[in-house]
């Protein structure tokens, strides 16, 4: 077969996967029209795992399970579109890890949003400014985002979906590594590059900014200033990488969390998570008692993360991940256990156990 032939046959294909694609919108508008009609929501997760998971099942490749999820992330992106316009707050400004991962997740057709704190992000959404926020929540490197956790405690909001972003910093500066007397990023940044500040920059003084983005703003035109963020923020704000890779890890990831008014339904055949904060009487083996009825009914706990109650001193709540949704009648028999030995048992939410 020449070479001709086989364009001729992928030029055909190409109509076809054109035809079909707006097809698949037309029938999606039609689906967000009755959506409307109703007040549901337009962006449901767990639907979204279902169709990944059916189009997952029929793939016998080439394309990869990455491929896949990548090119039907832009076909939905496009359907939410057409179906309503959505807005999804981000830690800005531009560029920042946190409006990478939201795009991954949402892909390029909705409309983002920046806002400068964490706190920011949840407002926007609970005032309805926007449908739903992106916040980082956890690093495989330096653990718990702290900000994040607060505000889920103080929030009504929930926890819509996850998503997981690897991290790749640079020192990106108008200057030279010798000439370098500051280093501003966020506090996670700073903190996953420990190693190779102290072996190349030990005299630097290490200055905290609201967001690798940001830092990248203010170090542009400061004297002997650097910033630690992506590449994506040094070609946004036109400012040279001196250093890549810099992190101390190499598989240095981060786990962001959808937060929206309503958490998502159970996904069928497949895989839940619900997160929960829970606070436990001062007694002893109290936290052992409180935990103990999901292992009992052999449901894995995947995380557990211990923080100040911020009420009083020396009184903690502690994050618990599980493997399950909270309409599932075993988590409520545990949960209805649990509140025997709790003085406060709060759902975060519960969302599709995808990475």
Known sequence: MDLEKIRQQIDEIDRDLIKALNERLRLAGKIGELKRQTESDIYVPQREEEVFQKLLRINEGPLTEENVRAIYREIMSAAIALEKRTVIAYLGPEATYTHQAAMRKFGASLEYRPYSTIQDVFNAVEKGETDYGVVPVENSTEGAVIHSLDMLVESDLQIVAQVYLEIAHNLISPYPLKEIREVYSKDQALWQCRRWLQMNLPHAELC?????????????????????????????????????NIQDKADNITRFLIIGKESSG?????????????????????????IAPFGK???????????????????????????????????????????????????????????
Request: aromatic share 8%.
């Open 208 to 244: 905290e900014a609201s967001s690798t983005a940001r830092a990248v703003e203010m170090v542009k035109d400061k004297p002997g200033a650097a910033a630690i963020a992506g590449s994506l923020a040094a070609k946004i704000y036109n400012v040279p990488i001196v250093a890549e």
């Open 266 to 290: 159970p996904v069928r055949n497949g895989e839940n998570r619900s997160s929960f904060v829970i606070s436990v009487k001062h007694e002893t083996g109290a936290l052992q008692r409180a």
């Open 297 to 355: 009914r052999g449901i894995n706990m995947t995380k557990i993360e211990s923080r100040p109650s911020r009420k009083k001193v020396w009184d903690y709540v502690f994050f618990i991940d599980i493997v399950g949704h909270y309409e599932d009648p075993e988590v409520q028999e545990a949960l209805a256990e649990i509140r025997e030995h709790c003085t406060l048992v709060k759902w975060l939410g519960s969302y599709p156990n995808v990475t």
